[in-house]
């Protein structure tokens, strides 16, 4: 089947918060973006024009610290530490369309750009600034801090000692927006989600907003603020910047990012293409950067709004969240190292619940491999695979033909769903299939990705279920002994797990994207998409039942996903 032409696509554009490019990325920072690149590969599939944007922040006071402590320069730094982050992501298969660093020269442009039209809007002024600065996260209202007997302490950096600023700045007038905002929120009332969330973020705004400050006086490492005290162009005759102006503030600049990624300023076709962003996926810690600051930033640019906010939680390992100051996290390389870069996406993706905070461990990560990967669903494929070699001479049987299903995503209508409620027990496995594809397909759109999966995987368990029930190995010996009533039943038994192992096969290539391929090999199935999910009919057609090719062989069985046991090696994934 030819591709569906770009143009008549949908177009689908999603993001991830950038990371500090300050050390080597635990699974805590990496897991926002497995989860978004299964969103996007998702996309990818189901036909849509796919554009997904990662990266790194690379302009905090911290960073340039850690250089100066180390004896190097901020760049040669952060170029260390971003090369451990691409490596990172490589082995986890994450396929972004662009790797986003604050520090590539169209993204200064970008940044400038910004504070420019801010300016001209009479959106920023110089003011005062004394309180605290977190180097990791920036200026901290008092309500933002937290007082013990250690101290004066910044939450989500309980590590970092805070700064006490006295400095003049430019601040951004975010009061001024605060009934804006409160509009949008009322007329756009799923563009923060999860709803608690968005309710968290109106009370929030209905308490007051206080304007921010947007630059950092003698700072060097960052992008130079272009404008200086007057007003005038801060850009020397040189095109050099003119140190005394200071540079942008680094939450500031780093939310920018989004739209330096689909060409703002330098390319307006692009960005009229691409903007506004139909997914920004964030942590509970910077929910309000993006869904209070950043839409007023880009208001006040002319620039309209992103359609959703997706805001996850914390992972935390044995009672207190990871973190990579603290020593207590997951280290991604060596998952993959232990689990291969499928099984470390799946276990992390189902076992981590996308909308609220999860506790992990490895021993927890390890069970969910065995339970679902080696003993759930490889074991189905493996088996399957085996019994048509054994049973039918490697001949791929044909499924039994699909109940009242309707479309691939489910029935579609109230008397077809009514007609399989009716359907007795585990004999169809069409029917099963038709409630888990509408209910895992809804999940994914929903962003529930953990949800999504085990709507999948329960489909597993019924397939596992039905090969116990049916028994192949007892009609192949009743076929064998002539009862041609039994080889019937046969082909229509292993057709139709065939067929549940193709459908399971496709369904989680967003997740697993390395064994899909690898799955329809054994079944003798050409697998139709690139690396990174694009090409190949809209998935929505494959996931119908029946849908695949008719007639041909399977490979040969081979373990996809071999059990593993915790030893001292694997244990060692855990810091």
């Known amino acids: 089947m030819a591709d569906t032409p770009v143009a008549a696509r949908r177009r689908y554009y999603l993001t991830t918060a950038i990371a500090y490019a300050n050390s080597a990325p635990g699974l805590h920072t990496l897991y926002e973006v497995i989860g978004a690149d299964a969103i996007a590969r998702w996309h990818r599939m189901r036909g849509d024009e796919t554009r997904f944007l990662t990266g790194t922040d690379e302009h905090s006071v911290n960073i340039a610290m850690k250089a100066a402590e180390r004896g190097m320069t901020p760049r040669a ?27 590539d020269p169209d993204h200064v442009r970008s940044a400038q750009e910004m504070v420019r039209r801010a300016h001209a809007n009479g959106d920023i002024y110089q003011g005062h600034y004394e309180g605290y600065y977190c180097p990791n996260e920036g200026f901290k209202a008092p309500s933002d801090l937290v007082e013990d007997a250690a101290g004066v302490r910044c939450p989500n950096h309980p590590d970092v000692p805070l700064q006490w600023l006295t400095e003049e700045n430019w601040f951004f007038r975010l009061s001024a927006y605060q009934e804006r905002l409160l509009r949008h929120y009322e007329e756009h009332p799923d563009w923060v989600q999860p709803e608690y969330r968005r309710n968290e973020m109106l009370g929030f705004i209905r308490g007051g907003l206080e304007d921010f400050s947007i630059s950092r006086a ?10 200086r005290a007057d007003g005038s162009s801060a ?52 929910a309000r950067f993006h869904t209070i600051f950043w839409p007023a930033m880009l208001w006040s640019a002319g620039l309209e709004a992103p359609r959703r906010v997706w805001i996850h939680g914390w992972l935390h390992l044995q009672g207190e969240r990871m973190s ?62 085996a019994m048509v070699n054994r049973y039918l001479g490697g001949q791929r049987p044909d499924p039994s033909p699909a109940g009242p299903t309707g479309g691939a995503m489910g029935p579609d209508t109230d008397d077809d769903a009514a007609t399989l409620e009716r359907t007795p027990g585990s004999a169809l496995l ?31 368990g019924e397939a596992n279920r039905y090969v116990d029930a049916e028994q192949p190995w007892v009609l192949a010996r009743e076929a064998q002994a002539g009862a041609a009533e039994a080889a019937t039943r046969l082909r229509g038994v292993l057709g139709d797990l065939v067929e549940a192992c ?15 391929p690898r799955v329809l ?32 062989r399977v490979a040969e069985a081979s373990p996809l996903f071999p059990r593993l046991e915790l030893d001292a090696e694997t244990a060692a994934v855990a810091r």
């Not at 003698?218 to 404008?227: D, K, N, Q, S, V």
């Not at 669903?377 to 088996?383: A, K, P, S, Y």
């Not at 509408?438 to 999504?452: F, N």
């Open 521 to 552: 090999a054994q079944l003798g199935i050409d697998y139709p998409y690139g690396a990174d999910g694009n090409g190949g009919p809209p998935l929505e057609e494959l996931l119908a039942w029946g849908a695949g090719p008719r007639g041909g």
């Open 235 to 286: 850009q020397l005759p040189d095109g050099s910047w003119d140190p005394a102006a200071g540079t942008i503030y680094v939450w500031y600049d780093a939310l920018i990012n989004y739209i330096t990624g689909v060409g703002f300023p330098d390319d307006p076709a692009m960005f009229a293409t691409w903007w506004p962003a139909d997914l920004h996926v964030i942590g509970k810690d910077i």
């Open 430 to 460: 069409s029917t099963a299939w038709a409630f888990t594809v509408l209910d895992y397909a809804t999940k994914m759109e929903g962003c529930l990705l953990h949800e999504a999966i085990a709507s999948l995987f329960g489909f597993v």
């Open 324 to 385: 990579k100051s603290r020593g207590n996290f997951l280290d991604p390389v060596a998952m993959v190292d232990a689990l291969g870069s499928d099984g470390a996406r799946y276990v992390t993706l189902r076992e981590v619940a996308f909308d609220r905070d999860a506790d992990v461990s490895w021993d927890t990560f390890l069970r969910r491999y065995n339970a679902d990967l080696a003993n759930d669903f490889g074991n189905l494929v493996n088996r399957t695979v």
């Open 218 to 227: 003698g700072a060097t490492w960052g992008i130079p603020f272009p404008i």
């Open 77 to 103: 730094f952060v170029d260390e530490q971003v090369a451990l982050f691409q490596r990172a992501e490589d082995l986890l298969g994450i396929s972004p369309d662009r790797f986003i660093r604050t520090t």
């Open 502 to 516: 193709r459908l399971v096969g496709l369904a989680a290539a967003p997740f697993m994207p390395q064994s899909a």
